[in-house]
């Protein structure tokens, strides 16, 4: 049975935010952590946007697994995560308010 997936990317954001490499029109790239890692399967299809826009979607050929390692991005004051980086504003860094704290 084929599912249909929304997946989350940012692909045209600054380098800094990206989570993952995702290459738009070639491959979509997610770990561990996302919620139903486990259920994506080849024949899938998938639909790539972000907060506002769909990027597109297509067939999955084929899923493959490599070990890792992910960087986290903290806070250097409190140690939460959710936090974005500025392009003009110092810091250079600010906690997104949805994350439980206020930006800083």
Known sequence: MTTLWS???KVDG???ERKYQDVLGARYCYDNT???HTRV???DILV???ESSVYGYGRVDRVTTAPGTKTFTLCP???RSGITFRKTKQPAYRLIANEGAAGV
């Open 48 to 50: 790539i946007r972000d």
């Open 34 to 36: 996302v919620q139903n």
């Open 41 to 43: 399967r080849a024949g």
């Open 77 to 79: 004051r409190c140690r």
């Open 7 to 9: 997946c989350y990317s």
């Open 14 to 16: 600054d380098t800094r």
